[in-house]
């Protein structure tokens, strides 16, 4: 339990469910940020940026890497840099770069989103092969596939290592890419009991938050092969995200990969434990398998009451949440969220559930 700042206005003992963006740095992040060793990263002379992107990449098992503002510019520069303007290329109708990335890919890429369904959470070979067009005069040229993992919309749910592998070997052999977006791809190898490796060296280019489950305050990671990351840190200039003495950030960062990783389980392990509670709620329905990482999306359309006025009963008992429709609701576990916590939430929902 924490206490939090909504407007401005600190709220004693809220459990926030909101999103694993609330993580506060934790002491260590702030003790090494104080002290980082900084430069002019744009000159390529921060070493607390470059001590960043050399752990990153090599978490990944990629060539190379390069520290970015957001998961949102890391998902930008990647189809930027895969792609050029007029191109086609394949994602999830429910992802989130077609859906919550303010259409950066059409207004900055002069790109085309050719989309599949993924409210599965994944997207198979089959679809890749059956959005492909062939090669025609009428056509645009298709370059990119991105899949996202863990799958946020879907409920965090997660594609393994024989699904990417799958995928990627269907798009490398018609001569595409295939972009990860990973904000939380620590959180699909931990639920899989994998090695990030596993899931990221399948793809050409991928992008994990260090500012969601991992805590750090700012920054998100986008990796490569050099040559692909040489091209991604053009784009970045372009989009405005050439930073200075940014090592000050990337400090966090670092404590986010070297420390923050294992514990994911923990938020995993509350997460179920709260979809359990949950599940014996009436009218309330933890929807099909979504807890295999942090992100709940729960179903009270059984209690008769819309999502709206279900999010602001729970206020009032001290939690929140996001609406996620108009009978759902989307609950994220992290680091602030205790077991105590986990039973103030489930007593809330009963109590709301109960009117
Ligand atoms: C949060 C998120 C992003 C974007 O990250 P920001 O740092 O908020 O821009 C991208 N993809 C997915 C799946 C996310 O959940």
Redesign the pocket.
């Known amino acids: 339990m924490r206490d939090y700042y909504i407007n401005g206005r600190q709220v004693v003992g809220m459990v926030d469910l909101r999103s694993d963006?609330f993580t506060q740095p934790t002491a260590r992040m702030r003790e090494v940020m104080a002290n980082a060793p900084v430069g002019d990263d744009v000159f390529g002379e921060d070493p607390t940026v470059n001590r960043l992107e050399e752990l990153a990449a090599r978490k990944v098992g990629k060539e190379a890497a390069l520290f970015v503002v957001?998961?949102?510019?890391?998902?930008l520069i990647a189809t930027l840099s895969h792609t050029r303007p007029g191109d086609e290329v394949i994602l999830g109708a429910h992802?989130?770069?077609y859906g919550?990335?303010v259409g950066g890919l059409a207004r900055i890429g002069g790109l085309m989103p050719r989309l599949v369904d993924d409210a599965a959470g994944t997207i198979r070979p089959e679809q890749v092969l059956a959005a492909l067009r062939d090669d025609n005069i009428h056509y645009p040229p298709t370059s990119l596939v991105c899949i996202?993992n863990?799958?946020?919309m879907s409920g965090g749910r997660v594609t393994d290592v024989a699904g990417i592998q799958a995928l990627a070997a269907v798009v490398h052999e018609r001569g595409l890419r295939l972009h990860m977006?990973g904000?939380?791809v620590f959180n699909a190898a931990v639920a899989l009991g994998v090695e990030v490796t596993e899931l990221t060296q399948p793809v050409d280019s991928v992008?994990f938050?260090l500012?969601?489950g991992l805590s750090a305050p700012v920054g998100?990671i986008l990796a490569g092969d050099g040559e692909f990351v040489a091209r991604a840190r053009k784009f970045r200039k372009i989009v405005g995200g050439g930073m200075r003495q940014a090592g000050v950030i990337a400090a966090a960062g670092v404590i986010a990969l070297e420390e923050m990783v294992n514990r994911l389980k923990e938020d995993h392990a509350r997460a179920q434990r709260l979809a359990e509670g949950l599940s014996h709620i009436p009218g309330v329905q933890v929807m099909d398998s979504n807890y295999q990482t942090n992100i709940l999306l729960i179903d009270i359309k059984g209690t008769g009451l819309t999502a709206g006025q279900f999010v602001t009963e729970l206020n009032e008992l001290g939690v929140r949440v996001l609406t996620r429709s108009e009978t759902a609701l989307r609950a994220v576990v992290h680091r602030h969220i205790d077991d105590e916590d986990v039973d103030q939430v489930i007593a809330a929902f009963e109590k709301v559930a109960a009117v």
């Open positions: 963006t957001s998961g949102t510019m890391g998902n992802s989130h770069i919550y990335e996202e863990s799958h946020n977006d904000a939380r992008m938050c500012s969601k998100s």
